[in-house]
């Protein structure tokens, strides 16, 4: 069956011009996809430490990194791959020299092994997913750059480290593309969200290199690269009723 295609619209968000074009207008000015830091601080606190050295992923115009500068974290690099949105930031917050920015790509880290004790993203892997239209049955090109995304992301992770990934994405979704073998890292997941009906819940994955995944995200995983099962055959038509056998037999 051929896949159905998402809106020509949805393409702009993996385009470098599209975001250039909107941080050129909007410079560095807050825009919070799925909300401030004061919304999961809790559940970030108690993944990090003072000293850690922190990478932020597809960092925006987010304050989240100034945020974190702000509460202590002092060793933050942020990159994006956007140059516009880059040098706001960088202007934006020259006043904290713990803060450092990168122009770079997400799928190719410029970083060595081991860089860093926690790498972070806000919304950021979602846009691997923009052009998707099944979240049941994602394209092989889509898996695959997630797989190269997370790839990047162990590789610089250093032994006891996390990848800590917030998103709306549900974990029947999500936690496949996480769950494998190759990345070694165990996986966990929180649900956040202030509980008032109609709020949107989001999710924090937490990734830990060098820890083993759980047996049954261990099969998650594996799934993820299984071919998906045939479409079943139509039902066969169900035997007329007894009682109306007769009128099959009425010629008119």
């Not at 690099?77 to 450092?100: E, K, N, Q, V, W």
């Amino acid at each position: 069956m051929e896949r159905r295609r998402a809106p020509a619209a949805n393409r702009r968000f993996r385009q470098r011009r599209f975001w250039d074009a909107l941080y050129r207008r909007e410079g560095a000015e807050p825009r919070e996809w799925l909300g401030g830091l004061s919304r999961f601080l809790p559940q970030l606190e108690a993944e990090l430490r003072p000293g850690d050295r922190i990478l932020v992923l597809g960092c925006g115009n987010s304050a989240l990194s100034h945020d974190l500068h702000e509460l202590g974290y002092t060793d933050v690099t942020s990159i994006d791959f956007s140059p516009a949105c880059i040098a706001a930031m960088r202007t934006r917050y020259a006043h904290c020299p713990g803060l450092r920015w990168a122009v770079m790509d997400i799928r190719a880290l410029a970083f060595p092994d081991a860089a860093f004790d926690v790498v972070l993203e806000k919304g950021t892997l979602d846009v691997l997913m923009v052009e998707e239209t099944d979240p049941w049955d994602v394209s092989p090109q889509a898996v695959a750059s997630m797989h190269r995304v997370l790839a990047e992301v162990s590789r610089v992770l250093r032994p006891g480290g996390c990848f800590i990934s917030i998103t709306f994405a549900q974990p029947h979704f999500r936690k496949p593309h996480y769950a494998q073998e190759a990345f070694s890292w165990s996986l966990r997941h929180v649900t956040c969200g202030d509980g008032d009906t109609g709020t949107f819940h989001y999710f924090l994955y937490i990734m830990r290199k060098g820890q083993p995944l759980d047996p049954s995200d261990l099969a998650l995983g594996r799934r993820l690269h299984q071919p998906p099962p045939p479409p079943a055959p139509p039902p066969a038509p169900a035997p007329p009723d007894d009682d109306e056998d007769y009128l099959l037999a009425i010629q008119l």
